[in-house]
């Protein structure tokens, strides 16, 4: 287990250096799953408000042997150990699917890690990137924003789009939203009521709370919130209406979306719910729950969606 710790480091410190509330959308993919020896579908749906976005879907397989020596060593996958691409061809029975969506920064590429997690454990798993992201139609984006609105509507076109794949269990969907992606897959089991299961690490609780806890935090950012967001999808004001159930993940020593954004949200919510305050942990990089706790993460996780997606 240690080797294999070890092994993952390189990777959540890239992966989680980016989830800090800095609008840095990264354009390249630094990998792609066929890297990796993963099979998947890359596909292209389009929004309400007529953009395209790319994601990635990858049915539930075994990898074993193949993406597991490799991809929570590196991004970057030297020629001489890329695995040869695979045909895609996908005749099995639709499966329980966890839809992860970007934070803040990079793109779905630093989803990988996470998506293996979970389709080698029989989920299908769908990442895509928001407008402006990846390979996304492009979108303008200021660093100090924390999100876009309209984000909003490309996630509601992820969800639509995915209930229609072959490989997709429409009535047995789950969330999966880290830091910025936390509160806008919360804003997804607010307003829908065919979501099956969240899981959300590093919630924040509002805008407001967010923006004055990170200008003491860093008071040289100035940090700006999306302007026509809804109120009432923010987590704090959304929670005492949602009956989804909810797994809130949080780091002891979040400086960035402190412990008791988490509390607040979890004391209002009436559905089926469950809080792990990760000990000594921090918002991410190498002392993020992930790490802290691996691979015990991924264990805890499984089994809330085994329970409420199978």
Not at 6 to 27: E, G, H, N, Q, W
Not at 163 to 192: D, N, W
Not at 224 to 234: K, R
């Amino acid at each position: 287990m240690k080797a294999t710790k070890l092994a993952i480091v390189l990777f959540l410190t890239i992966l989680f250096s980016r989830y800090l509330y800095s609008m840095k959308p990264l354009r390249d993919y630094p990998s792609t799953p066929s890297d990796f020896g993963i099979l998947y579908r890359e596909v292209t749906f389009e929004t309400e408000d007529g953009l395209y976005l790319k994601g990635w879907l990858y049915p539930a397989q075994d990898t074993a042997g193949i993406s597991n020596d490799l991809i929570g060593r590196m991004m970057v996958v030297p020629e001489s150990l890329k695995q040869e691409s695979k045909e895609y061809n996908y005749s099995g029975e639709p499966q329980p699917t966890i839809i992860m969506c970007d934070g803040d920064a990079g793109n779905m590429a630093f989803s990988m890690f996470y998506a293996y997690h979970y389709f080698t454990r029989g989920y299908t798993v769908f990442t895509f990137d928001w407008r402006g992201f990846g390979e996304s139609d492009t979108w303008d984006i200021s660093e100090d924003d924390l999100c876009c609105t309209e984000f909003l509507i490309d996630y509601a076109a992820a969800i639509d789009f995915a209930k229609e794949q072959p490989e997709v269990a429409s009535g047995k969907i789950g969330l999966m939203g880290f830091s910025t992606g936390a509160y806008l897959s919360f804003a997804m089991i607010a307003a829908r009521d065919d979501i099956s299961a969240y899981i959300g690490r590093a919630l924040t609780s509002s805008f407001d709370d967010l923006v004055a806890h990170l200008q003491k935090v860093t008071p040289d950012r100035t940090f700006v919130a999306p302007q026509g967001y809804p109120e009432n999808l923010l987590p704090i004001h959304a929670a005492d209406e949602v009956i989804t159930p909810v797994f809130l993940i949080v780091g002891e020593k979040d400086d960035r979306t402190p412990v008791w954004m988490s509390e607040a949200v979890y004391e209002k919510l009436k559905g089926p719910k469950e809080l792990w305050i990760v000990p000594e942990a921090e918002h991410g990089g190498q002392k993020g729950p992930e790490m802290i706790t691996y691979p015990d993460f991924f264990v805890r996780t499984l089994s809330f969606y085994d329970k409420y997606l199978k």
